[in-house]
């Protein structure tokens, strides 16, 4: 870890047993002050919940909302969340 980490977007569901790590990870990073990854916690979801829809498309739309905020993408992202 390092105080100029690149942005990131980082995708959990609250049932993940590799979310332990993460929650390390994470506490770590805002000791060091390093506020550019942003988590996203999807409740009742195991890991690699997001390989699947709806939530493949769900997080494919925020990782392109994300890039765009960042100024790396333009204009709207092309999928849709679920209703």
Same mark, same amino acid.
């Given at each position: 870890?390092?105080? #100029?980490? @690149?942005?990131? %977007?980082?995708?959990?569901? +609250?049932? #993940? @047993?590799?979310?332990?790590?993460? +929650?390390?990870?994470?506490?770590?990073?805002? $000791?060091?002050?390093?506020?550019?990854?942003?988590?996203?916690?999807?409740?009742? *979801? #195991? &890991?690699?919940?997001?390989?699947? +829809? @709806?939530? *493949?498309?769900?997080?494919? &739309?925020?990782?392109?909302?994300?890039?765009?905020? %960042?100024? %790396? %993408? $333009?204009?709207?992202?092309?999928?849709? @969340?679920?209703?």
């Amino acid at each position: 870890l390092r105080a #100029d980490m @690149p942005p990131a %977007l980082v995708f959990f569901g +609250d049932k #993940d @047993p590799w979310k332990n790590g993460w +929650d390390a990870v994470h506490a770590k990073m805002r $000791s060091m002050e390093i506020n550019t990854v942003e988590l996203q916690l999807t409740p009742g *979801q #195991d &890991h690699g919940f997001f390989n699947k +829809d @709806p939530w *493949q498309t769900t997080t494919l &739309h925020a990782a392109a909302r994300f890039f765009t905020r %960042l100024g %790396l %993408l $333009s204009g709207e992202p092309t999928t849709l @969340p679920p209703r």
